[in-house]
């Protein structure tokens, strides 16, 4: 997302989950009804001088602090969160 800034990009990322959320997965098979289904996002900025695989990394460390925060939720690189999931 370019020229996004990361507010904007949690929030962009806040409404793909919610989305996913309430979805309504189908087996097609059966037409059986299934869970719901939900996903972690870790969001992170593109800074100056900072190289593409840095900004992944940094994506990455957002993802897996996601999930250690219970899952089924969205961490920016600015939110205190971070710091709980990675400390511990």
């Known amino acids: 997302m370019p020229r996004t800034p990361l507010r904007a990009a949690v929030d962009v990322a806040e409404q793909l989950r919610l989305a996913v959320k309430k979805a ?3 087996r097609r098979s ?3 009804k299934q869970n719901c289904l939900t996903i972690s996002i ?3 900025a593109l800074h100056a001088r900072t190289s ?3 900004l992944i990394e940094a994506a990455d460390v957002c993802l897996y602090a996601a999930k250690r925060s219970g899952r089924n939720c969205v961490i920016g690189e600015r939110d205190e969160r ?3 999931a990675v400390a511990g």
Do not use: N
Request: proline fraction near 7%.
């Open 52 to 54: 593409p695989q840095a």
């Open 24 to 26: 309504e997965l189908v």
């Open 82 to 84: 971070l710091l709980t």
């Open 30 to 32: 059966t037409g059986e």
């Open 42 to 44: 870790g969001v992170a």
